[in-house]
């Protein structure tokens, strides 16, 4: 007997992993802008309450870094935030989108959202450099935040 449903169930399993990679990557991002949000640097906000150009016109981001360069036109620093502040944190918003793509990657989960992935099989490692020089980069001016260690731990929590 053919099994007429085979396929269907294949499609339904795709857009599960999509919906649960969505939820996730939204839970993680929000969790993030909170930690930000309790340092002052941004106001509290939420990824839905961000107005993405993109994601208005209903089409994709060319690659990972066109995403990263919206996001972080859309974010609301306040007016008590350092430039050196934000450059801090848009290092950290560069190495979490690409964290957050690395598990996408590594999950097989396709990031519908974007044109190109920022992951293949042969860009890897290359890939994976340029995130630690993000993270590195945020990392040595966020050492001089008071009690830096705490929302250090909560920011790493969040995503690794």
């Known amino acids: ?3 007429i449903f085979k396929k269907s169930e ?3 399993n795709k857009s599960l992993l999509f919906l649960w990679n969505t939820i996730f990557w ?3 991002i929000n ?3 909170k930690e930000f949000a309790n340092l002052e640097i941004i106001k509290d906000t ?3 309450e961000l107005d993405f150009s ?3 016109d209903k089409s994709k981001w060319e690659n990972i870094d066109d995403l ?3 996001f972080i036109t859309c974010l609301p620093f306040t007016d008590t935030a350092s430039q050196q502040d934000k450059t801090m944190m848009i290092n950290f918003i560069k190495f979490m989108f690409y964290q957050l793509s690395y598990k996408s990657f590594t999950k097989k989960v396709n990031l519908i959202f974007l044109k190109k992935s920022p992951y293949t099989i042969e860009n890897k490692i290359a890939v994976n450099k340029s995130k630690r020089s993000f993270y590195y980069d945020f990392l040595d ?3 001089y935040k008071p009690n830096y260690n705490i929302t250090l731990i909560k920011l790493l929590k969040i995503l690794l």
């Open 26 to 28: 939204q839970k993680k």
């Open 54 to 56: 993109k994601l208005n």
């Open 10 to 12: 294949k499609n339904h």
């Open 68 to 70: 990263i360069s919206d």
């Open 31 to 33: 969790s993030v802008l």
């Open 141 to 143: 001016s966020f050492k």
């Open 1 to 3: 007997m053919i099994n």
């Open 46 to 48: 939420k990824l839905n």
